[in-house]
């Protein structure tokens, strides 16, 4: 607890040293996902707000929530499962928009002889790092919901870096690999691997990633939160009504390279955009089911054992922020592509 005490009051001291006139510090994870921070970033959606902010990229969670705790940032396009696992352990944020919905898919070898994710009894499984988001979602529904199997039992899971299950599933060193955006549709436009579970179907438009806003922030520059969620809805309609440049804009910041396919043929990088978007797509308002789906996130983890205390999904959402955004854009505010 002394810890996250002094990460608060590093936080604070930080933030009275950040005045309203610096640029807003917005933190994201290098994810495809989070693709309307960048997109903007390179549309200019932040300037026609007249908002100033620096933009910081970060490759996982667990980078940025050190960000956070030092007070170097004000807001973060992250998961749903490090927000409320900060604040179960007393570093508090507030959930204020809604960036993406689906991303994760379950792969196997294309040979293999495992046809669902209850086939996996006594096999392997390559995921992510145990108490991190995608594990939450793994363990909690994938395969104790979803498949009826004891995760820690049924199965031996095996923490890998996303880059590397191809890899691992080839040289049949795993029977299977839990991953994301784009590293499965990657593995797929390879052809040397098949779908095993794509959680997008199994749960249609699941809430992943969120804009999470430091207190202080929220409490001392409203206004440019609202600038900033009103840049953010721009994006996200951009990414849908001008898919082709926006799939170009993605693969260049991802600096995604053309794919070879099994008959030998070069996939273009925006192929694997394209790819990505059949299970993976964007919206900037938190609904009411997203905030159910959160909560029962945050269950699994409670019952996982991965949270300090249990907590309700109402504490850590303030939407109010969004709607203002919406009021904004009803009475005239930039909307819609550049």
């Known amino acids: ?10 936080f604070a ?24 921070a960048l997109i903007a970033d390179k549309k200019g959606f932040y300037a026609a707000e007249g ?18 705790a030092a007070g170097e940032l004000d807001l973060a396009y992250v998961g749903a499962p490090p927000v409320y696992q900060w604040a179960s352990r007393g570093l508090e944020a507030k959930i204020i928009a809604k960036v993406n919905y689906g991303q994760a898919a379950l792969l196997a070898d294309a040979a293999s002889a495992v046809t669902s994710v209850a086939g996996l009894r006594g096999k392997r499984l390559a995921s992510l790092p145990k108490g991190s988001g995608m594990d939450v979602l793994l363990r909690g529904f994938v395969l104790r919901e979803h498949a009826r199997l004891d995760p820690d039992r049924d199965l031996g899971i095996v923490a890998m870096a996303p880059a590397n299950m191809p890899a691992a599933l080839e040289r049949h060193a795993v029977d299977a690999a839990f991953t994301f955006e784009p590293f499965v549709s990657q593995a797929l436009l390879r052809g040397k691997t098949r779908l095993l579970l794509d959680v997008n179907q199994a749960l249609p438009n699941h809430p992943w990633y969120v804009i999470a806003a430091l207190p202080a922030t929220l409490a001392e520059r409203p206004d440019e939160v609202v600038k900033l969620l009103r840049a953010h809805a721009r994006a996200v309609a951009f990414l849908k009504t001008h898919p082709a440049e926006a799939n170009r804009l993605i693969a260049a910041a991802f600096k995604l390279e053309p794919v070879q396919a099994a008959n030998g043929a070069a996939i273009p990088a925006e192929a694997i955009v394209q790819e990505a978007r059949k299970r993976l797509g964007w919206s900037a308002r938190l609904e009411t089911a997203d905030l159910e789906f959160i909560q029962r996130l945050m269950d699994y983890s409670s019952a996982l054992g991965f949270m300090g205390k249990p907590m309700n999904v109402a504490d850590l959402v303030d939407t109010t ?18």
Do not use: I, Y
């Open 321 to 338: 922020f969004q709607r203002r955004a919406e009021q904004a854009v009803g009475q005239g505010g930039h909307q819609g592509g550049k």
């Open 1 to 10: 607890m002394l810890k996250h005490t002094l990460a608060l009051a590093l």
């Open 13 to 36: 001291c930080a933030s009275l040293a950040h005045g309203a006139d610096q640029p807003l510090r917005v933190g994201w994870v290098f994810a495809m996902a989070n693709a309307p």
């Open 51 to 68: 908002l100033k902010v620096d933009l910081r990229q970060f490759g996982d969670g667990p980078l940025l929530q050190q960000a956070v």
